[in-house]
């Protein structure tokens, strides 16, 4: 059998409801397993694989962000150094900010181990809960030798999903989980096969050339999102606060309103890098018109919470725009 670790972190996929059909309420019960009692209660993962649980978090993923990747990278990475025989690692998660978890690992981990997030859109308590299956069809993944090579992989459904592509679609369904431009990479089905139909071209792990292991914070980085009547004090607040970069998630193909534009060329003046992407959840954002602050970074198609991962990790490295364009072309 695959010997494969199970970092814990919380989220739906652990959670403890009231009764069985406790489907939203769950969360107030404050009651979720850690690691090692998540593979219990599904302890069928252990007629697949030696599952090796790693406690690290109980929270929901609204409370995962930059301060605990910085604690969830060198936990991978001392993981994978100090258990020879693992063939992979799992990560269980929220699905709140599962993809963007997934995304900066994917840009972060050096481990070739195959490393694949998980979580649920129901709790372990709940009739109908998907956690179960989705666990063991991550440990599968994890263990199976067509995942190497694929970057950081997200396991929902029944689908295999590229950390870069992924993104949360519906607040309930457990079809949430979609590649909108792109799709799928693959399938994990009943009989237990790994069925992977195309790889991932850009750029990830475990090749990036982002090093966070001794850092002890991320730059910030805000996102402005721009609807009918916004008015650019967003920006100025952002900036402010000290942001050193921020994401213009625009308007349709890109832009911004007219006052965002002008706050957002304000602060390009004063040295924040502004990233050009877009509210609508799919397409890529253009060189040309649609690029209406000159100097700002496009985005291609990432969504501006990934684009906003990708400029703190860029920013740790350079400030200049042309550098970080090319990240953006390349990852």
């Not at 978090?57 to 990475?77: N, Q």
């Not at 990036?208 to 100025?236: C, N, Q, T, W």
Request: charged residues 20%; contains cysteine.
């Amino acid at each position: 059998m695959s010997r494969i670790a199970v970092i814990g972190t919380g989220g739906t996929i652990s959670s403890i409801g009231r009764d069985g059909y406790d489907l939203v309420n769950y969360v107030s019960t404050g009651k979720k397993y850690d690691a090692a009692g998540l593979v219990e209660w599904h302890s069928e993962v252990k007629q697949i694989a030696d599952v090796v649980p790693i406690p690290f978090r109980a929270v929901s993923s609204t409370a995962m962000g930059p301060a605990e990747w910085l604690d969830l990278v060198p936990l991978i990475e001392e993981t994978a150094k100090s258990d020879p025989n693992l063939n992979g690692i799992v990560v269980t998660h929220g699905t709140a900010t599962l993809e963007e978890t997934a995304y900066y690992l994917n840009l972060t981990v050096k481990t070739k181990l195959p490393v694949v997030m998980v979580g649920a859109m129901r709790p372990s308590s709940a009739y109908g809960a998907d956690g179960g299956m989705n666990l063991m069809n991550a440990i599968r993944v994890a263990g199976c030798e067509a995942a190497q090579g694929l970057g950081v992989l997200v396991v929902l459904n029944d689908e295999i999903q590229a950390a870069r592509d992924v993104t949360k679609t519906s607040t309930y369904r457990l079809q949430t989980f979609r590649s909108p431009d792109l799709g799928i990479l693959g399938h994990a089905d009943g009989d237990g096969t790994i069925e992977i139909y195309r790889r991932p071209t850009r750029r990830h792990a475990p090749d990036a050339e982002f090093d966070v292991m001794d850092l002890k914070e991320l730059p910030r980085v805000d996102i402005l999102l721009s609807y009918a009547g916004s008015d650019g004090a967003a920006v100025d607040a952002f900036v402010a606060a000290g942001a050193r970069g921020i994401v213009s998630a625009g308007l349709g193909s890109g832009s911004g309103t007219p006052a965002d534009v002008v706050a957002l060329n304000h602060a390009v003046d004063q040295g924040v890098v502004v990233v050009q992407s877009n509210r609508v959840g799919s397409g890529r954002v253009l060189k040309g018109k649609s690029q209406s602050v000159p100097g700002a970074i496009i985005g291609d198609n990432l969504t501006p919470q990934k684009a906003r991962i990708l400029l703190m990790l860029a920013l740790t490295r350079t400030s200049d725009p042309t550098e970080i364009q090319r990240m953006f072309d390349t990852y």
